[in-house]
């Protein structure tokens, strides 16, 4: 099923189109500021809750791994070329991406029940920008008795940050129609 992996480059410009959150072309603070509205717009919970500022928070040093891969200062921008040239490893990931992907995955188990329900597993990854056919197909992948386990999603969304990741999740999540 080679034929079935995108190429390392388009992985990466889908992943990159979903983080263009304004899609003006480039990553900035914005993109990230506004990932968290939308996410926290679509799932039932508090703006003012301690999840929905670990979420700000975590989409915050999601953006500040970006910035300080490629170089940039925080006001900064960072290209798809910077992006493309600067890949996070693990160590990065937990860093930087691994708070996000807690706070996303603990506002998605609104329950604590360590399950992310099907409504909200859908809410959450058309908010962060996913078509739904897609989200569809990654919950198929994911899901295990009408539910994505949280620990699974966490796994998937470290798969999706860390590029030298191949397992069926993280290939699903940068997969984008064109
Ligand atoms: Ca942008
Ligand atoms: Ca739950």
């Known amino acids: 099923m080679s034929e079935d992996h995108p190429s390392r480059l388009a992985r990466l410009r889908a992943r990159f189109l979903l983080l263009d959150v304004n899609g003006d072309g480039y990553l900035q603070a914005a993109d990230f500021d506004l990932l968290a509205w939308r996410v926290l717009d679509a799932l039932p919970v508090k703006p003012d809750s301690v999840q929905a500022a670990a979420l700000r928070e975590g989409c915050r040093t999601y953006w500040q791994g970006l910035v300080t891969t490629s170089g940039k200062d925080a006001d900064g921008l960072v290209s798809f070329v910077e992006y493309a040239a600067a890949i996070p490893d693990d160590a990065h990931y937990t860093h930087y991406g691994q708070p996000y992907a807690r706070a996303l995955a603990a506002l998605a188990d609104w329950n604590e029940d360590g399950q992310v329900e099907r409504a909200d597993f859908l809410s959450c990854m058309i908010a962060m920008g996913f078509a739904e056919p897609q989200v569809e197909r990654i ?13 699974d999603w966490k796994a998937a969304i470290r798969d999706f940050y860390v590029s030298a990741a191949a397992d069926i999740p993280g290939r699903l999540l940068a997969r984008r129609p064109v």
């Not at 198929?140 to 994505?148: T, Y």
């Open 139 to 151: 919950y198929a992948e994911l899901s295990f008795d009408g539910a994505v386990p949280a620990e």
